[in-house]
């Protein structure tokens, strides 16, 4: 391709209203333009990047026998009216009406319109397994689209969806899938990790996220600095802590104490002297079946996602001001659990506390040497705390890291869910009508194009991986009025094209110095500069984006200089 036939329009300031590198980059780089809030236009190069995510995952998902389908972005409502989602979704679901009056989605994903499909055309066993996968146009309603292409509210989605036999049949389609996803980031160039990810109330570990390894990365996982454990922080376990050596209470009962408009952890541990290891948080919740109390301790935080898998919960939040009074009587920085009349879920290292601090139910009131087995009545002990570093990695005991990570890929074992929902049934070698065991295998092909960039880019710009670059060689002619150099350029253009590298020939009448500050925006691997000096010793000058390294090649050998190094590090 020619330079100055793309649309290429690179921008010499940071745009303002990127926050993430590789939004401001991808702006910068003229690959992508917002048209509104988290919805964008791909231009020539995006274009072209994307197409290559799309391209690896293609051939990864076809060569694991997965078979591509394409189905609709518009969803009528009554099939989310089947599977429960219409009135659970919430806002992220854009809801559409036509002419009709009929109501409609703009899928956010699509097990309802797969799960309608396969009941309709799968009726035997002898069909099955089958895997289907889609690349296409989803639509979430995001409260928060930021990022660019990081969280879009339209956004491009691989999703697959598998239909087996049995329990076995479905485990053993979602190991096909996890060592597909490995290849597929693998071959991406992409530095990631594999963590256990939540599964919600039905809990086991038959869920893995994909996260590529970047500071900006809205996700926190906890890895093992030794073993191969991984978890997003929302699942990842805490050990119950050793008991405490705090001595056991002292005395028959608690014992209040005056603490005038002393309420945080930090202001109770500074005014009584203690640590805040010694303070109990009571922290009341709403939830769909009511209020709780959750414990903690107070140099610990509450995990939601371990209380509503607990309590079998889709929705929980802190109860407000009055409602705490409410409950408690006393204001929000005095609930504590004892004569609290509420179900009472502890965390274990709540449990293991001999004796602590907690608030009293009374304004200005806080009680010493509370007594978890003599002075109230837990409902369960639980883990219901976020790691940190300073927990034992739950399989082998090391140290913990906690890092940050973008998601790209999510696979999910979904059991009979939608199956049981859509009444997606077949009938087995013994003629028995039975439901299909479903998975479903999500990658965030467009949010891969910006987490690339996350994971590589320097002060000049983009650092694609030779897998993803929009070209893997561009060739730039110092100068295109002197005739020797243009045509010592024009040919090396047509020798790399016909030796089917991707090649980008910038034929623009521009100051060397502009054309190379283009090229390392837009962040091609390899660049060629052919000019006067180097062409009188027979030589080409290429420099490396990554290790911005120059090699001075010989014009002879110079195309398979070039192949060499796109080939080794595609397949290296
Ligand atoms: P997140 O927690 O980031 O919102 P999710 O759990 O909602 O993701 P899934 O429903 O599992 O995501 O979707 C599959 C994949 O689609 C995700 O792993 C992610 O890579 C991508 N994805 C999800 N939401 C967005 C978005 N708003 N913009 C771009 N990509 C997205
Ligand atoms: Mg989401």
Known sequence: MLFSRLLIPTLKENPAEAEAVSHRLLLRAGMIRKLASGIYNYLPLGLRVLRKVEGIVREEMNRAGAQEVLLPAVQPAELWEESGRWHVYGKELLRLKDRH?????????????????????????????????????????????????????????????????????????????????????????????????DTGPIGGSFSHEFMVLADTGEDLLASCTACAYGANLEKAEALPSRPNPMPAPVGSAPEEVHTPEVRTIDEVAAFLKVSPQDIVKTLIYETDRGPVAVLIRGDHEVNEVKVKNLLRVTDISLA????????????????????????????????????????????????????????????????????????????????????????????????????????????????????????????????????????????????????????????????????????????????LKNAGVEVLLDDRDERPGVKFKDFDLIGLPLRVVIGPKTLAQGKAEVRHRRSRQIALVDLDKLLDYLKDNIYSELHG
């Open 101 to 197: 009056s009929r109501e409609f989605c703009f899928g956010p994903t699509h097990e309802e319109v797969i799960t309608d499909l396969v009941r309709r055309e799968v009726h035997s066993y002898r069909q099955l397994p089958l895997n289907l996968y889609q690349i296409q146009v989803k639509f979430r309603d995001e409260i928060r689209p930021r990022f660019g292409l990081i969280r879009g509210r339209e956004f491009i989605m691989k999703d697959a969806y598998s239909f087996d036999v049995d329990e076995a049949g479905a485990e053993a389609t979602y190991e096909t899938m996890y060592q597909t996803y490995h290849r597929i980031f693998s071959r991406c160039g992409l530095e990631f990790k594999i963590v256990e990810a």
């Open 320 to 495: 407000g001001p009055s409602r705490v009074e409410e409950l408690t009587g006393a204001e929000v920085g005095f609930s504590g659990p004892v004569g609290l009349k509420l179900p009472i879920y502890a965390d274990h290292a709540v449990a293991a506390l001999g004796a602590f601090v907690s608030g009293a139910n009374r304004k200005d009131f806080h009680l010493v040497n509370v007594n978890p087995q003599r002075d109230f009545t837990i409902t369960q002990v639980a883990d219901l705390r976020t790691v940190t570093s300073q927990d034992p990695c739950p399989r082998c005991g090391a140290k913990l890291t906690i890092l940050r990570g973008i998601e790209v890929g999510h696979i999910f074992k979904l059991g009979l869910k939608y199956s049981e929902a859509l009444k997606a049934t077949f009938l087995d070698a013994d003629g028995q009508e039975v439901f299909m065991f479903m998975g479903c295998y999500g990658i965030g092909v467009s949010r891969i194009v910006a987490a690339a960039i996350e994971q590589g880019h320097d002060e000049e710009g983009i650092i694609w991986p030779m897998a993803l670059a929009p070209f893997q060689v561009g060739v730039v002619p110092i100068s295109i009025s002197d005739e020797a150099t243009w045509e010592a350029a024009l040919s090396l253009y047509e020798d």
